[in-house]
């Protein structure tokens, strides 16, 4: 299982683990331990992730019409790819696409505002991935 696998199976085990505890499902807070969590696993990455992650749950989370099953698997793949985009997961495509044309210019908005504090090779495969699907 790779990183990306595991971060989704993960993202499972969070919403299975809410259910349990309590008795009536609130997606919208699964989904703020959920962009918590992936935040905490791009932590060298910090400020990026948190704005790729409010970005999710803006986008997608909160104008959801069936919060009781948020996050849905189409969105935990939304952002199991922002993940692999900030991994430099070889392959990324795999993950990404899902992506629409929005999705892939406000990360590449998001990511150039925060660019002056990404690693250089990061920024680089991150803005190859943007040009490449015609984000910029």
């Keep these: 299982?790779?990183?990306?696998?595991?971060?989704?199976?993960?993202?499972?085990?969070?919403?299975k683990h809410y259910r349990a505890e309590h008795q009536?499902?609130?997606?919208?807070?699964?989904?703020?331990?959920?962009?918590?969590f992936f935040e905490q696993?791009?932590?060298?990455?910090a400020?990026?992730?948190?704005?790729?992650a409010s970005y999710w749950k803006e986008a997608y989370i909160l104008p959801s019409q069936n919060m009781e099953e948020e996050p849905t698997r189409e969105h935990?793949?939304?952002?199991?790819?922002m993940m692999a985009l900030l991994l430099d997961v070889e392959d990324s495509w795999q993950f990404t696409e899902c992506f629409t044309q929005?999705?892939?210019k406000q990360l590449c908005q998001l990511t150039n505002y925060e660019?002056?504090?990404?690693?250089l090779e990061?920024?680089?495969s991150l803005m190859k991935n943007f040009v490449d699907n015609q984000a910029v």
């Design 1 to 15: 299982m790779d990183l990306i696998q595991k971060f989704s199976s993960d993202v499972e085990k969070i919403k």
């Design 24 to 36: 009536t499902y609130n997606g919208e807070e699964v989904c703020n331990q959920v962009a918590a």
């Design 41 to 45: 696993q791009n932590r060298d990455v």
């Design 47 to 52: 400020s990026l992730a948190h704005s790729y």
């Design 76 to 81: 935990i793949d939304l952002l199991a790819g």
């Design 102 to 104: 929005e999705d892939w």
């Design 115 to 119: 660019a002056e504090d990404l690693p």
């Design 122 to 124: 990061l920024l680089s």
